[in-house]
């Protein structure tokens, strides 16, 4: 009886062990596939025509200025390197993830970017 426990409690521990890997690469694909949307090169509409450049590395260009960027509590914050701030914008991705429309949080300003 004690041997059966003994291979019973190590079989059950092998399970465990070989599933706990399981639940965080869901979380990793959730979180890369909605950074993925952002990654590349947006074109703001008219008449500002703004360039907005996102990199897979946290950083990105706002027409020459330099920034980082990252995905907290579901809001794009954006830190201006130059400038030393931070904003905080609500996003939504229309029309099959090729238009992003940006809409800081404290001002409620909302821009409209097309991916190049």
Request: with cysteine; net charge negative; glycine share 8%.
């Amino acid at each position: 009886m004690k041997k059966m426990l003994i291979i019973f409690g190590m079989a059950v521990l092998f399970i465990v062990v070989g599933l706990t890997g399981c639940f965080d690469s869901n979380n990793d694909n959730e979180r890369n596939s909605e950074l993925d949307r952002f990654v590349g090169t947006w074109i703001g509409a008219a008449p500002n025509e703004i360039t907005f450049t996102f990199f897979y590395d946290g950083t990105g260009n706002y027409s020459g200025s330099p920034t980082e960027w990252k995905i907290k509590d579901g809001k794009l914050e954006i830190y201006w390197l130059d400038r030393e701030i931070t904003q905080i914008y609500d996003f939504e991705f229309l029309e099959n993830n090729e238009i992003l429309t940006l809409t800081e949080v404290a001002s409620g300003y909302a821009e409209i970017y097309t991916k190049q």
